[in-house]
């Protein structure tokens, strides 16, 4: 696939917080989402030209990570946690609002649910659909290149979501 046509995708994830994340999980997950054909707009990294010691700075990446999840094709959210990240979790309800694809990735095998259904809050599914929505779920990193799973054919343009 042509680096011109690749989809946009959001990274919304709490990792680039910590170095050692950053270097592991958040590196990992970048590299599989850019091999399975996505480029991948990872908020630690697009924001890494702003001046922490200048006032305004925090108001400044949230109004960046706010116009990237708007102007992405879709969004792909770490939600791991009990509860997920409070960011990651904005981020994704901005991408439901706006109608975006959105994708799921938990490896935390906790349950953080009241539902028999969904592992998490059911407001974070409220972007997929209700038959199915588990090609949208991963839970880890080798399931981001599988074709039967929801991603790599949205990213291929052989599905919509």
């Known amino acids: 696939m042509p680096e011109h046509a690749r989809k946009t995708l959001y990274l919304a994830n709490p990792y680039g917080f910590s ?9 990992d997950l970048a590299k599989a989402l ?22 305004g700075w925090a108001y400044e990446i949230g109004q960046a990570d706010v116009r990237d999840v708007r ?23 901005l991408a439901i609002a706006w109608g975006k694809p959105t994708f799921l990735f938990r490896d935390d095998f906790r349950r953080c649910t009241d539902s028999k ?20 779920w991963y839970t880890s990193i080798e399931e981001i290149a599988d074709p039967e799973k929801a991603l790599v054919p949205w990213l291929h343009g052989e599905t919509s979501t």
Do not use: H
């Open 19 to 27: 170095a050692q994340q950053k270097a592991g999980p958040l590196a």
């Open 34 to 55: 850019n091999e399975a054909g996505a480029d991948v707009w990872e908020p630690f990294e697009r924001n890494s030209q702003i001046d922490f010691s200048k006032e």
């Open 71 to 93: 102007e992405a094709d879709g969004i792909f959210a770490v939600v791991n946690g009990c509860p997920p990240d409070e960011g990651v979790m904005v981020e994704l309800g």
């Open 117 to 136: 259904t969904y592992p998490l809050n059911l407001m974070l599914f409220a972007g997929l659909p209700a038959q199915g929505w588990e090609r949208w």
